[in-house]
């Protein structure tokens, strides 16, 4: 049961470029989650989604879009990258009533550097 | 602006000994609050939930919390090396939000 993976775990763009994040689960949760962390700033959400095809931004959405057209993928695309998206992302996602309400299991992470 | 406050650290405490890390919130409602532990290049594991006033166990961890004062906090018995790592406070206040601390760096000293 590999839980929430995340591809790829690393990757170098240059500025300009449209480069798109995946993020899977196979626990069948309702929520799934897009943050960044970045030193001094801890995580800091991106978008979420509360189900297939239902999305919201979060406290930094600017720059960034995300579908949901299966449970399951969450993908996360920088429009044009810029510098200031260097950063760690996690995905995350959790289930109302499973395990509590709103615990949140994160996926590995995948470090993003644009040059 | 709600949020959730964690003194950056680092801090050491000597193996063996208890550790103790410590959260504010701002957001009277919030309801639920999580410990992550995080080691270094890793992503956050959840540790521990805590949704009412009062201690909550788990092996070596105590989690407490007290709303009146909106202060959470995580005991850490008998440290080992092996607990470095950066705790993550969160509090949840409904809807899909969870509020993130910027995380308390904990080095267990050998």
């Known amino acids: 049961d590999a839980g929430i993976t995340q591809s790829p775990r690393y990757k170098i763009t240059e500025t300009g470029r449209q480069v798109t994040l995946m993020c899977h689960q196979t626990w069948s949760h309702s929520y799934m989650f897009w943050y960044r962390q970045d030193l001094g700033h801890g995580l800091r959400l991106i978008y979420y989604?509360?189900?297939?095809?239902?999305?919201d931004k979060g406290e930094v959405p600017d720059g960034y879009v995300v579908s949901r057209s299966k449970t399951e993928n969450f993908p996360l695309t920088l429009e044009s990258a810029t510098r200031s998206q260097t950063s760690v992302y996690f995905c995350?996602?959790?289930?109302?009533?499973?395990?509590?309400?709103?615990?949140?299991?994160f996926g590995p992470g995948t470090r993003l550097t644009v040059t | 602006q709600k949020e959730v406050e964690q003194n950056s650290g680092p801090l050491s405490v000597p193996e063996g000994a208890i550790a103790s890390l410590n959260c504010t919130y701002s957001d009277r409602g919030s309801q639920s609050f999580f410990w992550y532990r995080q080691y270094s290049g890793k992503s956050p594991e959840l540790i521990m939930s805590i949704y009412s006033n009062g201690d909550k166990e788990d092996g070596r961890f105590t989690a407490q919390l007290n709303k009146a004062s909106q202060y959470v906090s995580l005991l850490i018995r008998d440290s080992q090396p092996s607990d470095s790592a950066t705790y993550l406070c969160?509090?949840?206040?409904?809807?899909?939000?969870?509020?993130f601390g910027a995380g308390t760096r904990l080095f267990v000293k050998a």
């Open positions: 995350a996602s959790s289930e109302v009533g499973v395990a509590g309400p709103y615990e949140q299991y």
């Open positions: 969160a509090g949840h206040t409904g809807g899909f939000k969870t509020i």
């Open positions: 989604s509360a189900a297939a095809d239902i999305t």
